[in-house]
């Protein structure tokens, strides 16, 4: 029977000798495949920025995830309270129409 690949995986500060087998289902638990739609010129930029920095896509597009979920949430302050001020009180009953006309006349 032939053996497996292997190769050596971190693990807890330690390092194991895993076949690939192990190494594919443990990948698959760490990592999920998703589908994004994102725009055309973004995805663009996105690839030119990925092979100037000599990584993959995914690995810029997580790194940007990471980045924006990870900055803190601004705090909301509560707005101060309108200014109030004494304005007299009403001057007339604005459901006396000859009351309101008299004062209007006045001014």
Request: aromatic share 4%; glycine share 6%; proline share 8%.
């Amino acid at each position: 029977m032939p053996s497996l690949p292997s190769a050596r995986l971190p693990v807890d500060g330690g390092w194991i000798t895993a076949s690939l087998p192990y190494i594919h289902m443990c990948r698959k638990v760490n990592q999920m495949k998703t589908t994004l739609v994102i725009d055309d010129t973004v995805v663009r930029r996105l690839r030119q920025e990925a092979a100037k920095r000599g990584v993959t896509m995914s690995a810029l597009v997580e790194a940007g995830l990471r980045r924006v979920l990870d900055e803190p949430t601004a705090s909301v302050e509560p707005l101060p309270p309108l200014p109030r001020w004494n304005g007299g009180g009403a001057r007339v009953d604005v459901a006396d129409r000859d009351a309101l006309y008299a004062l209007l006349d006045r001014d």
